[in-house]
């Protein structure tokens, strides 16, 4: 398993209900599930930002596939490395809340499809949160699909997680 590691970030270790497109806290998707919403940009940029946690060792949240596409043109993902295949540095910024476990691009079996990257945090406890997110350009006005697949690896995940995407 190949994994890259994350540094110690300023940015707001907390979950938030600002932009929120997704939250979950209880019956998480067991296998890769998708998620998609209508987001219509408020602004020139624009921010897309997964937080998670969990109390659960070896059950560990996953992210595979993300993209955002223009409604009306049906054109090309706005997001840089959004099948994270071209590895950490390539167009996502991870964000760890705490110096003691840090969240990952990795190549695993656990990826969508078996095999490839994505984005994996095992971290614990709930306090330890992790961020990914990646910053693009928007036209106001505009919408857009916002397109992602999320798993909790692991039979029997129970209380002592979450995982939220915004959106701002």
Same mark, same amino acid.
């Given at each position: 398993?190949? *994994? *890259?590691?994350?540094?110690?970030?300023?940015?707001?270790?907390?979950? !938030?209900?600002? !932009?929120?497109?997704?939250?979950?806290?209880?019956?998480?998707?067991?296998?890769?599930?998708?998620? !998609?919403?209508?987001?219509? #940009?408020?602004?020139? @940029? @624009?921010?897309?930002?997964? @937080?998670?946690? @969990?109390? =659960?060792?070896?059950?560990?949240?996953?992210?595979?596939?993300?993209?955002?596409?223009?409604? #009306?043109?049906? $054109?090309?993902?706005?997001?840089? =490395?959004?099948?994270?295949?071209? /590895? #950490?540095?390539?167009?996502?910024?991870?964000?760890?809340?705490?110096? *003691?476990?840090?969240?990952?691009?990795?190549?695993?079996?656990?990826?969508?499809? /078996? *095999?490839?990257?994505?984005?994996?945090?095992?971290?614990?406890?709930?306090?330890?949160?992790?961020?990914?997110?990646? !910053?693009?350009?928007?036209?106001?006005?505009?919408?857009? =699909?916002?397109?992602?697949?999320?798993?909790?690896?692991?039979?029997?995940? $129970?209380? $002592?997680?979450?995982?939220?995407?915004?959106?701002?």
């Amino acid at each position: 398993m190949n *994994s *890259s590691k994350s540094e110690i970030d300023p940015i707001a270790c907390v979950f !938030s209900n600002v !932009s929120l497109l997704l939250s979950i806290t209880s019956s998480p998707p067991t296998i890769f599930t998708a998620f !998609s919403y209508l987001y219509n #940009a408020t602004s020139t @940029t @624009t921010t897309l930002r997964f @937080t998670s946690a @969990t109390d =659960n060792p070896t059950k560990d949240w996953f992210i595979d596939n993300v993209s955002v596409v223009d409604v #009306a043109s049906s $054109g090309t993902n706005l997001l840089v =490395n959004g099948d994270f295949e071209s /590895g #950490a540095s390539v167009g996502w910024q991870l964000h760890s809340c705490s110096g *003691s476990c840090n969240d990952s691009i990795i190549t695993s079996t656990m990826c969508m499809g /078996g *095999s490839g990257n994505c984005y994996n945090n095992s971290c614990q406890p709930i306090s330890n949160v992790q961020l990914i997110d990646q !910053s693009f350009n928007t036209n106001i006005g505009t919408t857009y =699909n916002v397109t992602f697949y999320i798993l909790k690896s692991g039979s029997g995940v $129970g209380p $002592g997680i979450s995982m939220y995407a915004n959106i701002f």
